[in-house]
Structures are given as C-alpha cells and as structure tokens.
C-alpha cells in the first residue's frame, strides 16, 4: 500500500477551517469544534495538520483531569510541569505569549463532562488568543453547547460527513498499489463507510492480486476474495470455541 495521505472532501474543509482560524479578524474568537461519527479520518486529518503547522496535538483519555490536561500541555511546550494547579496554568499562558501555538484536543467527549477542564480551555484560549481545536464524536456539539461561555467562543463548527463515492475512489486510486476497477470500487462503497475497514479491504485486495498474479481487481474477484476471508474467520471462530 502506498505511503500517503489522502485529503479527501473533510479534509479539505478542515485545512479551510484552520486557515479561518488563524486568519481571523481581531476580536473574532478563535476556538473551534470538528465532530462526527468515528471512523471517517478525523484524527487522521488533524495529526497530518499538527504534524505539518507544528501545532500542539493532545489526545484525552477517559481518566484525563484538568490538572493531567494542563501537564500534558506543558510537557508538548517544553517544560518541566510544576506540581501546583495554578504554576501549571502560568507556565501554559507563559510559554503560549512567548510562542503561540495551535492547540488541538481530540477526544474531547472524555473532557465535556469536567466543567473544570472544559473552562480551563477557555481561560487559555482567552488569555493567549491562540486557536483551540476540539474534536469529538457525533454528538460533541450537544455535550459542549451546555458551557455558554465556551460555545460562544466556538466561530468554527466542521461536522465531518461520510465518504461519498468520489472519496473513495480517491482513497483507492490514491493508496492502492493494485488496480481496481469501478464496479470494485462500488461494491467497498456499499461495504463500508470507515476509513480503516475500506484500506483493510484495499490490503486484502493487494494481497491476494499478489498471490494470484493479479495486475487489477474487479468486482467478482473481489468478492472471492472477501467471501475467503470470511470463510476463514468463521473457520477460527468454531475452532476457537471448540478450543
């Protein structure tokens, strides 16, 4: 499989937004929330954008507190974190004025029900003007309009939608080091939705072209294919259980 990334439409619209963002006029807040059901790119795509604008990219976990998040952000600045709630804070404020960073936070459902974190966010947004990313789930935009005073900073809201046909013919012509034709595409179309189940399908697709000395893939190979696979792990699964 080919080593790039693919921008598809979501990601396009998410590069639009970070420019928005960092070309705001003054006195435009600069917080921002990008949500939508798992599986269509969203951490992809905003990994690939810290990576390339050297922004700040923390990923919540279900145990992450206030006082965790602000360690985790003082540790992406370079800093040794101090153990008081109020140094941490200073030393993010700090070190943001002295160089400001783009902030992203994915996972932030983990977060929507800490009132403490989800304000500690705002403070820093308020106090350094830095652009604040947040990233969730489908229904991210429900659990964070409960803190007004955060979703009024919020100028920018992206939901990412599911792949279109075009996007996944993109994803596949992009990352396919196998041919597969229309009717193949169409039939991963009506499979899967999910960024990782169709470059599973692409992999497997590779993999048996390989094995049987294949240059392209189309839609009844590709089935012998997939109904193999399943055969096989069906196979597994009652021996697992006899086991």
């Given amino acids: 499989m080919k080593k790039t990334f693919v921008k598809t439409k ?15 006029a003054e006195g435009v807040p600069g917080m921002a929330l990008v949500y939508g059901e798992p599986g269509l790119g ?5 990994v690939w954008w810290a990576m390339q604008n050297d922004a700040i990219f923390i990923r919540c976990t279900n145990l992450m507190s206030a006082r965790w998040l602000l360690e985790e952000l003082v540790e992406e600045l370079g800093e040794i974190p101090y153990s008081r709630f109020s140094d941490l804070f200073n030393q993010v404020i700090a070190q943001l004025i002295r160089q400001a960073r783009v902030i992203i936070i994915d996972e932030i459902d983990y977060l929507a029900v800490d ?3 989800i304000e500690t966010l705002r403070d820093i947004h308020d106090k350094t003007d830095v652009p604040v990313i947040l990233i969730g789930m489908s229904k991210s935009n429900r659990k964070l309009m409960r803190y007004k005073h955060l979703f009024d900073r919020v100028s920018e809201i992206l939901k990412y939608e599911p792949f ?12 396919s080091e196998v041919e597969m034709t229309e009717c193949a595409k169409e039939l991963i179309y009506n499979k899967t939705n999910r960024f990782r189940q169709i470059v599973k399908f692409i992999n497997k697709a590779e993999q048996s072209a390989k094995a049987n000395g294949l240059n392209s893939v189309d839609e009844v190979t590709l089935k012998e294919f997939l109904n193999d696979e399943v055969a096989n792990q069906d196979a ?5 259980k006899r086991a």
């Fill in 236 to 240: 597994d699964l009652k021996i697992s």
């Fill in 42 to 46: 969203k951490t992809h795509s905003v």
């Fill in 164 to 175: 279109d046909k075009t996007d996944i013919s993109k994803i596949i012509d992009e990352l």
């Fill in 10 to 24: 979501n990601v396009k619209n998410f590069v639009a937004l970070m420019h928005n963002l960092q070309t705001r």
């Fill in 115 to 117: 009132t403490r974190a």
